[in-house]
């Protein structure tokens, strides 16, 4: 008997358990409505806000006069750790703002140009899509 209850335990247990392209979807979609919070916030404030990325985590920077600020006291867009880092990010078309790290600018204006960024780990890869008005879609 104890046996049985044993293996269903872990049998739930291992299912509450989200894998790795799950647990990346998630982070893909926390990511996809916070930048359309920072394009929304780009628009009101009048000055561009960029989404900032590299292996561990990402950012959020506001563009103040002539240089960068972290937002690292805002309650929605401080900066956040990837629970499974390091993740790969490549943005496709590749002019919309590949360095290292990857930096993606959203401007006062309220059409950008769509992208496509990509996350990947060793074992997953997620997909949000822009269309340049505003909506975010994760894939």
Same mark, same amino acid.
């Given at each position: 008997? *104890?046996?049985?209850?044993?293996?269903?335990?872990?049998?739930?247990?291992?299912?509450a358990m989200p894998d790795e392209r799950q647990q990346l979807?998630?982070?893909?979609?926390?990511?996809?409505? *916070?930048?359309?919070?920072?394009?929304?916030?780009?628009?009101?404030?009048?000055?561009?806000?960029?989404? %900032?990325?590299?292996?561990?985590?990402?950012?959020?920077?506001?563009?103040? %006069?002539?240089?960068?600020?972290?937002?690292?006291?805002?309650?929605?867009?401080?900066?956040?750790?990837?629970k499974r880092a390091p993740v790969a990010l490549s943005i496709?078309?590749?002019? =919309?703002?590949?360095?290292?790290?990857?930096?993606?600018?959203?401007?006062? %204006?309220?059409?950008?140009?769509?992208?496509?960024?990509?996350? =990947?780990?060793?074992? =997953?890869?997620?997909?949000?899509?822009?269309?340049?008005?505003?909506?975010?879609?994760? %894939?």
């Amino acid at each position: 008997m *104890l046996v049985i209850v044993g293996i269903t335990m872990g049998v739930i247990s291992f299912n509450a358990m989200p894998d790795e392209r799950q647990q990346l979807h998630n982070e893909a979609q926390r990511i996809a409505l *916070l930048m359309q919070l920072a394009r929304d916030e780009a628009i009101v404030r009048n000055r561009p806000i960029a989404f %900032e990325s590299g292996g561990d985590g990402y950012r959020f920077l506001l563009r103040d %006069e002539n240089k960068w600020q972290g937002l690292d006291n805002d309650e929605l867009l401080h900066p956040r750790s990837f629970k499974r880092a390091p993740v790969a990010l490549s943005i496709s078309p590749s002019s =919309a703002g590949e360095s290292n790290p990857l930096r993606i600018v959203f401007g006062r %204006e309220p059409v950008d140009k769509p992208f496509v960024l990509t996350l =990947a780990t060793a074992q =997953a890869a997620v997909t949000i899509r822009a269309d340049g008005v505003g909506h975010f879609t994760v %894939e």
